[in-house]
């Protein structure tokens, strides 16, 4: 079955650079395009950042854009995303997310806050 498998977050202090990552199994990781999701306490969950399956290709959502990269290992079958430049307002947990046909998948989520 279809495992997504998040790990890396934590807390930092604002303008500090976290790594998060996705292992994921179940599924063949390279035909699929991979996205990272986040939901702060009280608000919905919003799209940060996809990587499609083919060239390379991502797209942000603004709210991050600018201070975070989408990558993929497919060898490892693992997603990344590195952020940068954090601040406060991006305090949420982080979900690791795939669509196949028509349902979406997701992670356990990890928690990053960022605080002094």
């Known amino acids: 079955q279809v495992q997504l498998v998040e790990s890396g977050g934590g807390l930092v202090q604002p303008g500090g650079s976290l790594r998060l990552s996705c292992a994921a199994s179940g599924f063949t990781f390279s035909t699929y395009a991979m996205s990272w999701y986040r939901q702060a306490p009280g608000k919905e969950r919003e799209l940060v950042a996809t990587i499609y399956n083919t060239g390379g290709i991502t797209n942000y959502a603004d709210s991050m854009k600018g201070r975070s990269t989408i990558s993929r290992d497919n060898a490892k079958n693992t997603v990344y995303l590195q952020m940068d430049r954090l601040k406060p307002e991006d305090t949420a947990v982080y979900y690791c997310?795939?669509?196949?046909?028509?349902?979406?998948?997701w992670g356990q989520g990890t928690q990053v806050t960022v605080s002094s």
């Open positions: 997310n795939t669509r196949m046909r028509g349902h979406d998948y």
